[in-house]
């Protein structure tokens, strides 16, 4: 049984890949999950300097979700190549790098120190958390700017380039299109959306950041659509995520178009799930005669309805 | 390292309409267990609500051959979460991932221990205590609460030697008003030399309050946040509580793993929530 999947240059072990904001900066977890088991584990967003994020309270829970504005916390980039790439590096993670910049030369400043450390498979490009006011989203709601910033980071690595799309668009698949011209390996998506929680005694918001970012299982329908809608519009792979928690929910964004996925909020809830999900994964393939995971992406059939009624 | 247990609710006993007792049978997480630890608690089968909430371990539980069979959680109903958990009934499956944080330091004789809980805030010193007897450390608990009945397992904290000291809002156990008061009175009457250190639990404001005097008075004292979690393994950033460095700026750190037990003067109490 194959579990592996490609995107691109860039070969994975299976398709599950620690979400990035979700997973520290992945040695948190080193204790309680072997880390190379998993697809990959994509860090915590990473600037070039280390920033203190917002004040408490930073998270809330919602029906079958929550929300967050964590507004990425962080140890800057040369902290990270110090202090947790060597563990990661040990630990034989397949490590995916989550990049934010409030200008695009921040970005190819940060994807130049990455691409010189050594033993990262991939760069994320965050151009999609609605928790920071300066850059990222401002790159991630702009078609030029997503094209300028993929294209700017394009010119000075070899790793592999993937954007991380923003929900919070009318048209996200013009956005995957955009990314695809300007030279990324793949694209991931969906990051958060932009979300509210109000305490009606005290009619304070519940976030100090106001908004923040909605996910988990309430979002799962609508990312599991854009991510179909992104696959009619590129060639590109897919990373595909939203509220994923159980091996159907991987494979429903497997075949709306997805080659790998991320979790995250699940990670918080079941920290032991990544063996499950395997398993999951397995079982499915063993059910269905599948040799290779990879096949099923993409194979949405939405005809067979239409096929019924020709031949009725 | 911590582990996943889908334990079985030995029993539930409540204390009130507010407050119960949840016993869970983990014995793995029982025999790592220490004075001060949390577990992350799962209230729910399903997604919603969804995330686990964290709780002080209050008693670990053991055959009488001293073999850990279990932990218990002392529980109030205040939300969702705390509501599924105060109706749990025997038999049904809770998922309790633990032990986790960094635990309380007991201190050793000749050095005396006071512990100070408010309310709910009663939940990690049973286990303190516990640790504290076994190495014969003189110790007391000011206990503060609403009202008499309000006080719980005074008898389990006095079984262990514990002297005890309870202040009631109403007054109808021991002093009347807040655990600061009786608190104040005696620091101010320490024997000189003589060296204690605080431990404390409860609502913000009387952990402040406990801080300021400990501070005043000159004794180290280690305060146990509850604070809002996602994970309890610090994967979210959620938890964060903003701590004093020397020779640069005040700075976010995760609770998870860097408390739930915090040395008291690295708190900046006006940025913690309420």
């Known amino acids: ?312 | 390292m911590p582990c996943d247990i889908d334990a079985v609710v030995r029993s539930n006993t409540r204390l009130s309409d507010e407050y119960s007792v949840l016993v869970l049978d983990a014995p793995e997480i029982a025999g790592l267990a220490r004075p001060g630890q949390f577990v992350m608690v799962k209230p729910s089968r399903g997604s919603d609500p969804l995330l686990r909430r964290p709780f002080s371990i209050f008693q670990i539980l053991r055959e009488e051959s001293g073999q850990p069979t279990g932990i218990s959680i002392l529980n109030k109903r205040i939300g969702v979460g705390t509501r599924l958990i105060y109706d749990a009934e025997p038999g049904a499956r809770i998922a309790c991932l633990g032990p986790l944080g960094r635990p309380f330091e007991p201190v050793e004789p000749p050095a005396q221990a006071w512990m100070v809980a408010g309310g709910v805030g009663l939940a990690p010193f049973l286990t303190l205590a516990e640790a504290l007897a076994a190495l014969g450390t003189r110790a007391t608990l000011f206990y503060g609460a609403r009202r008499a009945r309000d006080l719980y397992y005074t008898e389990a904290f006095e079984a262990l030697g514990v002297r005890l000291v309870p202040a009631t809002e109403d007054g109808s156990r021991g002093a009347k008003g807040f655990v600061t008061g009786p608190l104040d009175d005696a620091l101010a009457s320490i024997a000189p030399g003589a060296s204690v250190k605080l431990y404390v639990c409860g609502p913000t404001p009387m952990m402040r309050a406990v801080a300021t005097l400990a501070d005043f008075h000159g004794r180290p004292c280690d305060v146990s946040l509850e604070q809002v979690m996602g994970c309890g393994l610090g994967g979210c950033y959620s938890c964060v509580v903003l701590t004093r460095r020397v020779g640069a700026p005040p700075h976010f750190v995760r609770s998870c793993l860097e408390g739930p037990v915090f040395d008291a003067g690295r708190i900046v109490w006006e940025a913690l929530a309420h």
């Open chain 1, 1 to 312: 049984m194959d579990l592996s999947v490609s995107l691109g240059s860039l070969r994975l072990p299976n398709p599950l890949i620690a979400a990035s904001g979700c997973f520290g900066y992945g040695v948190e977890y080193s204790d309680v999950v072997d880390l190379s088991i998993l697809g990959g584990v994509a860090v915590k967003g990473l600037f070039l300097a280390e920033r203190e994020g917002h004040p408490p309270p930073r998270i809330v829970e919602t029906p079958s979700g929550m929300l967050n504005a964590i507004g990425l916390q962080g140890i800057g980039v040369h902290r990270f190549v110090r202090e947790k790439l060597p563990e990661l590096r040990d630990r034989r993670a397949i490590v995916v790098v989550n990049i934010c910049g409030t200008t695009i030369d921040e970005y190819v400043e940060l994807a130049r120190i990455l691409s010189d450390a050594g033993g990262i498979a991939a760069l994320e490009l965050n151009i999609s958390c609605p928790n920071i006011k300066e850059g990222g989203i401002t790159f991630g709601c702009s078609l030029t700017g997503t094209h300028a910033v993929v294209s700017a980071v394009r010119k000075v690595t070899r790793l592999p380039v993937i954007p991380k799309l923003t929900p919070n668009v009318t048209d996200v698949a013009s956005f995957a299109r955009a990314a695809e011209d300007a030279g990324a390996d793949a694209v991931s998506l969906v990051n958060t959306f932009l979300a509210m929680a109000i305490d009606v005694e005290t009619r304070r918001p519940k976030l100090s950041n106001i908004v923040g970012g909605l996910s988990g299982p309430a979002i799962r329908p609508i990312a599991v659509r854009m991510v179909y809608e992104c696959r009619q519009a590129v060639k590109l792979p897919i990373i595909g995520m939203g509220g994923i928690s159980t091996a159907a929910d991987v494979l429903e964004f497997m075949i709306a178009g997805a080659s790998a996925v991320q979790i995250g909020t699940a990670n918080f809830v079941d920290p032991f799930l990544w063996s499950t999900l395997l398993e999951g994964l397995r079982a499915y393939m063993d059910r269905q005669g599948i040799a290779r995971l990879a096949d099923i992406t993409g194979t949405l059939d939405t005809t067979r309805r239409e096929q019924a009624w020709i031949s009725s």
